[in-house]
């Protein structure tokens, strides 16, 4: 586990083009000590010809194990959320702000979505989410534990898999690789992990990531994972594995201590 000491934002710009509307970030994580607040803003870009309107709802995203704070605690609006007009070809930032309550801890987060009419009518055509994830700097950890590594060869192929768990008390979007290296310590295969969904804490799931590789006769291996848990790559996980194949078939998988 690993203590969160430093000041940690992150604000992830991407911007997405929902039919003619230009919408990010798609999400922003904020770390800062309880009892303190920054601002933040929704951008938003109207590319159709006529004004458009939109209408804004707030609901928990993913409710914490530890902390039971609901976004009216820590998430304000500085904006009209019935009525926003974003007028035809312009563009458009909502402010909202973050302020952490004092006795705040771990982590929380909501999801910020918008519906679209336009002044022809009321229909809903969009829906356009932003996840804003609070974070204590106080007393937030991260944490991951690896468990039921397995790898089979099938037709020169290497797959593998493992299980894994969020040990902390924020959430982690993990990626990373595997490595493969032979009895002389060469590396020869490295296998991606790409990046994954959020999870949560004390929640788990099943990883897995394949790759060619060619064996000839009887081998043994070590096999590295690495693990970034998504914070700029400042925390990561790494366990290893001894593992022999022989005649293309995976004989035993040993944790290496």
């Known amino acids: ?19 003619g509307i230009k ?15 920054v601002k933040r803003s929704i951008y938003i870009e109207n590319t159709y010809n ?6 804004c709802f707030v609901q928990d995203f993913k409710k914490s194990r530890i902390n039971k704070t609901a976004y009216k605690d820590w998430l304000k609006l500085e904006f009209n959320k019935e009525n926003i007009v974003v007028k035809a070809n312009s563009k458009k930032k909502l402010y909202y702000r973050i302020k952490l309550p004092k006795s705040f801890s771990g982590e929380a987060s909501a999801k910020i979505s918008f519906v679209k009419g336009h002044s022809g009518g009321t ?22 534990d690896i468990k039921n590594f397995l790898c089979k060869l099938t037709n020169n192929r290497l797959s593998c898999k493992f299980k894994l768990t969020n040990t902390g008390n924020i959430h982690i979007r993990p990626e990373g690789y595997i490595s493969v290296f032979n009895k002389k310590k060469m590396l020869i295969k490295k296998i991606i992990i790409s990046k994954q969904y959020p999870l949560f804490e004390g929640d ?17 291996f070590l096999f590295k994972v690495r693990l970034f848990l998504g914070y700029n790559k400042s925390f990561y996980i790494e366990k290893q594995y001894k593992v022999k194949i022989a005649n293309n078939i995976v004989r035993y998988v040993r944790e290496l201590k």
């Open 50 to 55: 006529y004004d458009i309107n939109l209408k």
């Open 204 to 220: 788990s799931f099943i990883l897995s990531a394949s790759g060619s590789f060619i064996n000839k006769g009887e081998n043994l």
């Open 23 to 37: 919408f990010g970030p798609a999400y922003t994580e904020v770390s800062l000590q309880p009892g303190t607040e």
């Open 1 to 19: 586990m690993n203590k969160l000491i430093m000041l940690l934002v992150f604000i992830f710009s991407s911007t997405v083009l929902y039919s």
């Open 123 to 144: 229909g809903i055509n969009t829906k356009m989410s932003v996840a804003v994830y609070a974070i204590s700097k106080n007393n937030s950890y991260i944490g991951a």
